[in-house]
């Protein structure tokens, strides 16, 4: 069985940084591209950054400069680093092998 947990969401302030972790188990980890994607209240899902199995990383052009995406391999285990967190980074955050599977979601809220 495919299972994904996301962990390290939170409140913070902008400006903070967050550190999400995405625990994995079911699967060839190492060989799976991982994915983040993120739902804001009341809005569609968002692609937000992928890492290939050979370690080659992607960003969506609105969070380019401030995240930046990692796995360990060893651990089975995705990250998403967010920097300079804005209040437009309040969102749910789903990791996902592929775009196949999904974990249940960390929310992560920016607020002063």
């Known amino acids: 069985e495919v299972l994904l947990a996301e962990s390290g969401g939170g409140l913070a302030q902008p400006g903070g940084s967050l550190t999400l972790s995405c625990g994995a188990s079911?699967?060839?980890?190492?060989?799976?591209?991982m994915n983040w994607v993120r739902q804001a209240p009341g809005k569609g899902l968002e692609w937000v950054s992928e890492?290939?199995?050979?370690?080659?990383?992607g960003y969506a052009d609105s969070v380019k400069a401030r995240f930046t995406i990692s796995r360990d391999n060893a651990k089975n285990t995705a990250y998403l680093q967010i920097n300079n967190l804005k209040p437009e980074d309040t969102a749910t955050y789903y990791c996902?092998?592929?775009?196949?599977?999904w974990g249940q979601g960390t929310q992560v809220t920016v607020s002063s």
């Open positions: 079911g699967f060839t980890f190492s060989a799976t591209e």
């Open positions: 996902a092998a592929g775009l196949a599977y």
């Open positions: 890492i290939r199995a050979d370690g080659r990383t």
